[in-house]
């Protein structure tokens, strides 16, 4: 069985913006061949040193993500997600990565959040219980 894939649209994009958003999907698709706790390992790693992402800055950067690649603008959440928080690394900001499930039905999905609040979902994201995240520290926030 299959289910419908709706592509959420691009935006236009100067060519730095392009270059920065192709590279973060490129890396985010190789990070996402490792297994969940080295890629959340990694991850934090990376989010070392940031400041807090604003809403605007993941919306963003999650928007470019979607524009340069087909699978990030479809069911490549985990792609998207990471790419976001990769391009957000690149201006020195992080928002907080997270994965989880619902049960009913059942479905896997990653996303990231700024003060808790998901970016840039479509749907209601309170069935999902998060499973894994990469937040930066308390005392980072300002």
């Known amino acids: 069985m299959?289910?419908?894939?709706t592509y959420e649209p691009g935006v236009r994009l100067s060519w730095h913006r392009q270059v920065t958003a192709r590279w973060?999907?490129?890396?985010?698709?190789?990070?996402?061949?490792?297994?969940?706790r080295r890629l959340a390992r990694v991850l934090r790693l990376l989010s070392?040193?940031?400041?807090?992402?604003?809403?605007?800055?993941?919306?963003s950067a999650r928007q470019a993500a979607v524009t340069v690649s087909a699978?990030?603008?479809g069911q490549g959440c985990l792609?998207?997600?990471?790419?976001?928080v990769l391009q957000c690394r690149l201006w020195g900001?992080?928002?907080?990565?997270?994965?989880?499930?619902?049960?009913q039905p059942f479905r896997a999905h990653a996303?990231?959040?700024?003060?808790?609040?998901?970016?840039g979902e479509q749907g209601d994201m309170t069935p999902?219980?998060?499973t894994m995240t990469v937040r930066l520290r308390p005392g980072s926030r300002s």
């Open 79 to 84: 792609q998207r997600s990471v790419a976001t």
């Open 111 to 119: 996303w990231v959040e700024v003060d808790g609040v998901a970016v």
């Open 128 to 130: 999902y219980h998060t």
């Open 24 to 36: 973060a999907v490129v890396t985010a698709r190789l990070l996402i061949l490792l297994p969940p």
């Open 48 to 59: 070392k040193g940031a400041r807090p992402a604003t809403t605007a800055q993941a919306l």
């Open 93 to 103: 900001r992080w928002p907080d990565w997270c994965t989880g499930i619902r049960t």
């Open 2 to 5: 299959s289910m419908p894939v």
């Open 71 to 73: 699978r990030c603008s």
